[in-house]
Protein backbone atom coordinates (compact mmCIF):
# COMPACT_ATOMS: atom_id res chain seq x y z
CA UNK A 1 0.00 0.00 0.00
CA UNK A 2 2.83 2.55 -0.91
CA UNK A 3 0.21 4.78 -2.85
CA UNK A 4 -1.56 5.27 0.94
CA UNK A 5 1.39 6.03 2.39
CA UNK A 6 2.69 9.02 0.47
CA UNK A 7 -0.96 10.42 0.14
CA UNK A 8 -1.77 10.06 4.05
CA UNK A 9 -2.62 13.27 5.37
CA UNK A 10 -2.87 12.29 9.61
CA UNK A 11 -0.42 14.48 10.86
CA UNK A 12 0.08 11.58 13.33
CA UNK A 13 3.04 10.09 11.70
CA UNK A 14 4.40 8.22 14.88
CA UNK A 15 0.95 5.83 14.21
CA UNK A 16 0.90 2.41 13.73
CA UNK A 17 -1.49 3.03 11.14
CA UNK A 18 -0.08 5.25 9.28
CA UNK A 19 -0.81 5.33 5.89
CA UNK A 20 -2.82 2.08 6.17
CA UNK A 21 -6.03 3.32 5.04
CA UNK A 22 -8.38 0.49 5.74
CA UNK A 23 -6.70 -0.60 8.92
CA UNK A 24 -7.01 3.24 10.28
CA UNK A 25 -10.50 3.71 9.10
CA UNK A 26 -11.91 0.45 10.24
CA UNK A 27 -9.89 1.21 13.86
CA UNK A 28 -11.67 4.73 14.08
CA UNK A 29 -14.80 3.54 13.38
CA UNK A 30 -14.66 0.85 16.11
CA UNK A 31 -13.55 3.75 18.44
CA UNK A 32 -16.12 6.37 17.57
CA UNK A 33 -13.56 8.86 16.22
CA UNK A 34 -13.43 10.79 12.89
CA UNK A 35 -10.87 10.26 10.38
CA UNK A 36 -8.59 13.02 10.28
CA UNK A 37 -8.33 12.65 6.23
CA UNK A 38 -12.36 12.46 6.21
CA UNK A 39 -12.91 15.63 8.51
CA UNK A 40 -12.33 19.55 7.65
CA UNK A 41 -8.74 19.18 8.87
CA UNK A 42 -8.61 22.03 11.26
CA UNK A 43 -5.80 22.50 13.84
CA UNK A 44 -7.95 21.60 17.00
CA UNK A 45 -8.57 17.94 15.63
CA UNK A 46 -5.83 16.44 17.45
CA UNK A 47 -6.00 19.08 20.95
CA UNK A 48 -9.55 18.43 21.29
CA UNK A 49 -8.60 14.06 21.12
CA UNK A 50 -5.92 14.36 23.23
CA UNK A 51 -8.37 15.75 26.34
Given amino acids: MS ?3 E ?3 CPN ?3 IRHGKCCECIN ?3 ENGIT ?3 MKDNDSSYWD ?3 K
Wanted: charged share 15%; aromatic share 6%; with cysteine.
Fill in 13 to 15: TEC
Fill in 48 to 50: NLK
Fill in 7 to 9: NCT
Fill in 35 to 37: VYC
Fill in 3 to 5: CNK
Fill in 27 to 29: NHM
